[in-house]
C-alpha cells in the first residue's frame, strides 16, 4: 500500500468523514505523501536549493493508477517549487486514492451529507489495514518496532499538519503533544531506515510542510 493510501486511512474517521484535526489541511498532506510516493518509486526529484523545485526524472508507468494519475498531472508542472506544488488542487489524490481503497475492500462508497448535498461519504469497512498500520506506528513510538521509510514519512507529514497528538492518540500512550513532537524529530533525525535519497525526500517535503503550515498554526492560535 503506497505512503498516501495509509495515510488517508488514518485522516478518515470510521463514519467516512475526514478527521477535525486535519479537515481543511487534508490536501496538503495528501499531494506531499503522494509527491513522496512519487520519489521513492523513481519517477521525481527534487532539487537542493532552499526552495526545491520538482523535476521529473521519468515519464513511464508504474503500473499503479494513484501514481500514474499524479505524473501525468505533474507533468506540465516540472519546474515549479515544491511549497507550491503541495498546496495545489490540481495535484489532489483524493479520487483515485479513494477509488483505489474501496478497490481494495477497505473503504465502500456511502451516501452524501445532509439531504445529499456535500462530498461522498466514503466509510471504513474493512478496519484490518488500519488497525495493523496503528499498531505499526504504536510499536515505532513506543520503541518496540523498527521504523519503514513509510512511517518515518507518515510521522512526519502527520506532525508537519499538526495534528499527529490528534490522530495517533491512541498510539502515543500517554505523552503530550510536545513529547509527541520531539519523538518524531528524533525518529525522522536519526533513524537508518531507507537511505540518503529517502531521508532528502523528507526533508524537502517536511521544509514544504513547515512553510505552510506555520501561518495557519499561528492564525488558529490568535483566534
Request: charged content about 20%.
Amino acid at each position: 500500500m503506497l505512503i498516501v493510501e495509509e495515510l488517508h486511512m488514518l485522516l478518515l474517521r470510521p463514519d467516512g468523514r475526514v478527521e477535525s484535526a486535519v479537515s481543511g489541511n487534508r490536501l496538503y498532506g495528501e499531494v506531499a505523501a503522494v509527491l513522496v510516493d512519487l520519489a521513492l518509486h523513481g519517477r521525481i526529484s527534487f532539487s537542493h536549493e532552499k526552495h526545491p523545485t520538482v523535476d521529473i526524472v521519468s515519464t513511464e508507468p508504474t503500473g499503479n493508477p494513484i501514481l500514474d494519475t499524479t505524473l501525468q498531472r505533474l507533468v506540465p508542472m516540472r519546474g515549479k517549487r515544491l511549497q507550491s506544488l503541495v498546496v495545489s488542487p490540481k495535484l489532489d489524490p483524493l479520487e483515485v486514492v479513494v477509488e483505489s481503497l474501496v478497490v481494495q475492500g477497505v473503504l465502500v462508497r456511502g451516501e452524501r451529507g445532509f439531504f445529499g448535498w456535500g462530498s461522498e461519504r466514503t466509510p471504513e469497512s474493512d478496519p484490518a489495514p488500519e488497525l495493523v498500520l496503528r499498531s505499526r506506528l504504536a510499536a515505532v513510538l513506543a520503541g518496540t518496532g523498527a521504523p519503514t521509510q513509510a512511517d518515518l514519512s507518515l510521522l512526519s507529514i502527520l506532525q508537519n499538519l499538526n495534528a499527529a497528538h490528534a490522530i495517533l492518540r491512541a498510539e502515543c500512550g500517554d505523552i503530550s503533544a510536545r513529547d509527541l513532537k520531539k519523538r518524531i524529530e528524533q525518529l525522522t533525525a536519526g533513524s537508518p531506515a531507507g537511505d540518503a535519497v529517502a531521508k532528502a525526500v523528507n526533508d524537502a517535503i517536511a521544509a514544504a510542510m513547515v512553510a505552510i503550515m506555520t501561518p495557519v498554526i499561528v492564525a488558529a492560535t490568535i483566534t
